[in-house]
């Protein structure tokens, strides 16, 4: 399911509102429910599901795989698991993962195996130009195979490994080849161990705890994971909490906006995702969590935000796993705040959706914001807020929904007159982003 491609005009600074809002649902935990519940036995149960075109994505796939799953209502889905190493399709059926890097990586991880699946697959144009080589590198040590050999980006054909035995594997910063892993272990044979020295993301893991003891977690300098392969899993029941990294971008847009006050209502708040608010509680942002409460072994809260005066940034590199979606739009606050902001150890966000870092500093240059990236530091000469009512942006088509939302914050907090094109990339994770801009009382216009 796609939407019409449109171009976002903007041309007004947003006024001083006060407000409750919902924020989208969060879209790494509905993707996993998803491709979780696929491998279960039987029935599981996901509710209040992000309906975004990754999310639809993940059913596609998953559908084309021989996995039956009913919408009951809005957001609330069966998936009818038919346990691990069940999934089936015809050779070379094609699988299309849209923009969804996180789809890819863990529907890949599944895949690998689960034995006798010859498959194509690809993704949209953003998602074909990154470099997957690391992902490809991890499913062959399974014995999947990969075609051509020695490609690493999309579209690609894989071939499911017939006896998959478990591997060791020392994890980075990224919670998605974690994933793949975790998953890839489940049906292979013996046991998958994975080391992690920076803990990152870890929906996955609380999605399969006290899952028939398939996964053990140990906790000591390096946190180790177990999966015990084979082990049959018993359905989930999932209940979908608000995504904080959607949710960031109306914190910093309540922070900067004077005399505001925002309440967000329902947002995960689990220890991993939360790096950008800790980060800007470090410089003084009026940020407080209400009304904690576990749900899914995930903790959720409400999250109140007030405008106020914040420091310049200084981000070391612990910040970058439990906050890599929130930097585009910590870039747009270091580039409002007064003073000389650093982030540091954020290379890796070069291979995301497009070069993060080069195209949000294209896009400050156009304010006249400088920054300088060297040796994997960016700093941002942040001007403070400015009134940019005669200065002109234009945000290319670059299919990344955070520079995409990154930008219409930055627009109407300077006034600058905004043209983002292809702004439908959103929906891939937050199709109601502008619902709620239009609630707090932001103007845009809308063009083909």
């Known amino acids: 399911m796609s939407s019409k491609s449109f171009n976002l005009v903007l041309k007004n600074k947003v006024s001083p509102y006060t407000k409750i809002i919902e924020i989208d649902s969060d879209k790494s935990i509905s993707i996993r429910s998803f491709l979780i519940g696929s491998i279960c036995n039987s029935k599981s149960i996901s509710k209040n599901v992000l ?59 599944i895949i690998s195996t689960s034995p006798g699946l010859e498959l194509k697959v690809k993704g949209d144009k953003s998602l074909n130009k990154r470099n997957m080589k690391n992902l490809i590198e991890l499913l062959s040590e399974f014995g999947a195979t990969f075609i051509p050999l020695n490609k690493y980006k999309f579209p690609l054909k894989i071939i499911s490994s017939q006896m998959p035995v478990g591997v060791k594997y020392n994890a980075g910063v990224s919670a998605q080849l974690k994933s793949a892993v975790i998953l890839a272990g489940l049906n292979s044979y013996g046991h998958t161990k994975i080391q992690e020295r920076f803990k990152s993301r870890d929906h996955t893991e609380r999605m399969l705890f006290n899952n028939n003891q398939a996964i053990k977690i140990k906790n000591n300098k390096k946190r180790l994971i177990k999966v015990s392969g084979k082990r049959s899993l018993n359905p989930i029941n999932i209940n979908v909490p608000g995504d904080p990294s959607s949710a960031a971008f109306f914190v910093a847009l309540t922070l900067l906006n004077k005399k505001s006050k925002i309440k967000i209502r329902n947002v995960c708040i689990n220890s991993n995702r939360i790096g950008f608010y800790n980060l800007l509680k470090e410089q003084g942002a009026k940020i407080r969590f209400v009304n904690k409460k576990k749900i899914c072994n995930e903790l959720r809260s409400d999250i ?43 290379s890796d966000l070069a291979n995301k959706e497009s070069n993060r870092i080069k195209e949000m500093q294209n896009i400050l240059k156009q304010l006249g914001v400088n920054s300088i990236f060297k040796k994997d530091c960016l700093k941002i000469y942040g001007k403070g807020l400015l009134d940019a009512k005669n200065k002109n942006i234009t945000v290319p088509s670059l299919g990344d929904h955070r520079i995409c939302m990154s930008s219409f914050v930055l627009s109407v907090l300077t006034g600058a007159k905004t043209i983002i094109k292809n702004f439908d990339t959103v929906n891939t994770s937050s199709p109601s982003f502008l619902k709620i801009m239009k609630s707090l009382g932001v103007k845009f216009e809308k063009r083909k």
């Open 304 to 346: 109140i935000v007030e405008s106020c005066k914040v420091k310049p940034i200084k981000a070391s590199k612990k910040f970058y796993t439990n906050a890599t979606d929130e930097y585009p739009i910590l870039f747009v606050i270091a580039a409002l705040v007064k003073g000389t902001s650093i982030f540091k150890g954020i």
């Open 51 to 109: 309906e975004s075109e990754d999310v639809y994505s993940t059913i596609s796939c998953l559908k084309k795989l021989g996995v039956k799953i009913v919408k009951l209502k809005a957001k609330t889905y069966s998936i009818y698991g038919k346990g691990l190493g069940s999934f089936y399709a015809k050779k070379n059926t094609k699988l299309n993962f849209g923009n969804s890097g996180t789809l890819a990586r863990l529907i890949l991880g």
